[in-house]
């Protein structure tokens, strides 16, 4: 009978919210589970109904694989704690849910450990993941994620940078141009619900064009009238609503500057194109 080589885990927080909390793979080949004190590595292991709870980092040793699920600012400690404690026979490390990439634990990977990080696209329950770091992990990474039926994009170490940044721009950065628009909406005279109705419509709208014109400048007719319609629409909104007016004056400015600057690229880009007769696809992502 084949014997099954237990994985380890290191957790702390909202253990039960993260992406292992939601990999059977995992749960089945959980064994030594380590955390700021015995009785909370218990309750995780209560949790995630697998696994017995540790007291020493050095319990992870028999380990070939151990997963790494603890909030951003404790993630520094515990690599240091686990580099130190623990010998490193290129065990695999995946950090999770981290907004470094694997080349940031550098004492683990000075040890020899082949170090790697998974992040959920949106909602774990969606089940997307992207990963990225030591190719021998990330193997065996992508075959777990296989066996629970989920999709796995890999990126570059150096693009994790990237792909934050395009979360936080679609996310928290555009918070407040949503809010801005509901006020808005609101000073207009519409009821909350009938604003965030439009502000739904509209951005799904902005998506699906942007799905089909990418990047393209706007037809010139559009951007003047943003032009004209610009320092009118800016001064009505400063006596009642100058927070909004802020927000529309520089934010509509930033973005035809974005797309102005874009206007010669773009059309070189066409160009070549045309002569070649194709595009040449991106390469920062590969599957």
């Known amino acids: 009978m084949k014997t099954v080589e237990l994985m380890g885990l290191i957790g702390a927080g909202s253990v ?8 059977p793979s995992l749960h089945v080949q959980l064994g030594p589970v380590k955390s700021q004190s015995y009785a909370t590595a218990k309750r995780l292991t209560r949790t995630l109904c697998s696994g017995y709870p540790v007291t020493r980092y050095a319990e992870l040793e028999m380990c070939p694989m151990i997963w790494v699920s603890v909030p951003e600012k404790d993630l520094r400690r515990v690599i240091a704690d686990l580099a130190e404690q623990t010998p490193i ?69 150096a693009a994790k940078a990237l792909y934050q940044a395009g979360v936080y721009l679609i996310t928290d950065a555009l918070r407040p141009w949503v809010a801005s628009s509901m006020d808005a909406l609101r000073a207009a005279g519409f009821t909350r619900a009938e604003a965030l109705a439009i502000v739904e419509t509209f951005g799904t709208e902005s998506l699906h064009m942007y799905g ?31 927070s909004v007016a802020q927000i529309y004056s520089e934010g509509l400015r930033v973005t035809l500057d974005y797309f102005e600057k874009r206007k010669p690229a773009v059309a070189a880009t066409s160009s070549n194109a045309a002569e070649e007769g194709r595009l040449t696809p991106p390469t920062a992502v590969n599957q």
């Open 212 to 242: 089909k014109a990418g990047g393209k400048p706007w037809k010139d007719g559009r951007e003047r009238a943003l032009y004209a319609g610009l320092e009118d629409r800016a001064q009505a909104l400063r006596s009642s609503h100058p």
């Open 89 to 157: 026979r290129q065990t695999m490390v995946v950090l999770c849910g981290t907004e470094r990439d694997s080349r940031w634990a550098e004492p683990l990977r000075k040890r020899g450990a082949r170090v790697a990080t998974l992040n959920c696209i949106g909602s774990c329950k969606h089940g997307r993941f992207v990963v990225e770091g030591h190719p021998e992990t990330v193997r065996a990474v992508r075959k777990m994620r296989s066996e629970d039926g989920h999709k796995l994009v890999q990126i570059r170490p």
């Open 16 to 23: 039960s919210q993260s992406l292992v909390a939601r990999m």
